[in-house]
Structures are given as structure tokens and as C-alpha cells.
């Protein structure tokens, strides 16, 4: 069964440095989406992105985080100075149609900002 | 004000038993509605869609009240396997899912 890829299951990065998460989703979907889960918390929605535009983004996404499909395969989330509050579970999911379907998630990468 | 609430639990129930988890939602425009299970620290895995007429897949069975904004999800003949936390969701026009805080099951032997 086709799955959603992320990279890297785990990244450990200084406070105030940039960091690139990466994700390859199901290659004939053609709507993306990432979400993060602060532990313990619930799973929160931050930007989906379609046709290479963002479609909708949460009050989360704010101007430290930007979205990017630079190939045909590859779609990553940037964050551009991680503060202590970005530790999170970021998930990446996919969907191939806009409405009324599920999403497919990828695993999922354990960012931690020391 | 949460999009979408969940009885947190946790549920502990027998192996073989009947277990019923309910949802309500609060934004009335919500599209289409989901049960996705996810083990512990691992990536939410799609469970079953909900239709407004009831679905069911094997031991599993969703409904949706649109008129209450409520739904849910019951389990039958529990298994060791069930064991995870529950999250329902509710997506909007743009699919953008709204997570509730999941319920936790744990199916004891």
C-alpha cells in the first residue's frame, strides 16, 4: 500500500536555527498538509497546499514557517529561527481529492529544539 | 472554544466486550467526518470514514447526527489489538482536519 515518507524520524536542533523537515507524499495525490502534536496534546492543523499554493494555514503557521513542493516528489515544511515552543510531532499528510477524504499520514518527525 | 470534543477516558474494558466512544462537534458547516486510531507516538492511522446514514466495518460501527453535531464510534468483541487512542475529526470545505483530543482504550486480557 502506497505510504506517505517523512525525513527525518527525528531532528535536534539549537533554538534560533532553521531547520527543514522533509516529506515525500502519495505520488498520485495532489493535496498536502502538515500538522504538528505538542506531546500529550491534541494533533493541530497548520497549513494544507495544493496546485503549489497554500490552500489554508492556522493562526500557528505564522512567518517563521513557510511551505515548499521544490520537485516533483518532495514537499517540506521550513521553519526559519525554532523556538523552545516548536517541539512537536510533525506530521505530513495527503489526500487526492479535496473533499470528504481521508488523509493519509506519514510518521511522522520528532522535532526537538534545545 | 474546541472544534471538536472527545471523553479523554481512558477506557478500560475486557477483552470481548462492547465499548461506545461519542464526539461532538461545533462548527455546524463541517463537511465530512473521520475515527482515526493512533498508537502511541506513532502517526494517526485512518480508522473508518463516517456517512450521515451509519457505516459499519466489521466489529466497527460510526454514526453521525448531524442535527446534534454528535458522533460516534462503538466497538464490539474488543481485542488486545484495539488497544490506542481514538481521535475523531471533523474537516471542513478545504479539508482541513480538526482534531479532537482522542479517547483512550485499553482492552485488558
Known amino acids: 500500500e502506497p505510504e506517505v515518507t517523512q525525513t527525518p524520524s527525528h531532528q535536534v536542533t539549537q533554538m534560533g536555527q532553521e531547520v527543514i523537515l522533509r516529506c515525500v507524499p502519495i505520488?498520485?495525490?495532489?493535496?498536502f498538509y502538515w500538522y504538528r502534536q505538542i506531546l500529550g496534546q491534541k494533533v493541530e492543523f497548520l497549513v494544507s497546499?495544493?496546485?503549489?499554493?497554500?490552500?489554508?494555514k492556522s493562526e500557528i503557521f505564522d512567518d517563521q514557517f513557510s511551505v515548499e513542493r521544490p520537485d516533483g516528489s518532495n514537499f517540506t515544511l521550513k521553519i526559519r529561527s525554532t523556538k523552545l515552543e516548536d517541539s512537536a510531532m510533525y506530521f505530513c499528510?495527503?489526500?487526492?481529492?479535496?473533499?470528504?477524504?481521508?488523509?493519509?499520514f506519514g510518521d511522522g518527525t520528532r522535532l526537538s529544539i534545545l | 472554544r474546541k472544534e471538536v470534543e472527545q471523553d479523554p477516558g481512558p477506557f478500560n474494558v475486557p477483552e470481548g466486550a462492547t465499548v461506545a466512544f461519542n464526539c461532538t462537534y461545533s462548527n455546524s458547516a463541517s463537511q465530512s467526518f473521520f475515527w482515526y486510531r493512533q498508537d502511541c507516538r506513532k502517526e494517526p492511522k485512518l480508522l473508518m470514514s463516517v456517512y450521515s446514514s451509519g457505516n459499519e466495518d466489521g466489529r466497527f460501527t460510526a454514526q453521525l447526527n448531524r442535527a446534534s453535531q454528535y458522533i460516534s464510534l462503538l466497538i464490539r468483541d474488543s481485542k488486545l489489538s484495539d488497544s490506542a487512542t481514538y481521535l475523531c475529526?471533523?474537516?471542513?470545505?478545504?479539508?482541513?482536519?480538526?482534531f479532537g483530543t482522542g479517547t483512550s482504550l485499553t482492552v485488558i486480557p
Open positions: 505520488s498520485n495525490h495532489l493535496y
Open positions: 499528510a495527503s489526500s487526492d481529492k479535496v473533499s470528504n477524504q481521508p488523509q493519509h
Open positions: 497546499f495544493y496546485n503549489n499554493e497554500i490552500s489554508e
Open positions: 475529526v471533523a474537516a471542513n470545505t478545504g479539508n482541513q482536519f480538526y
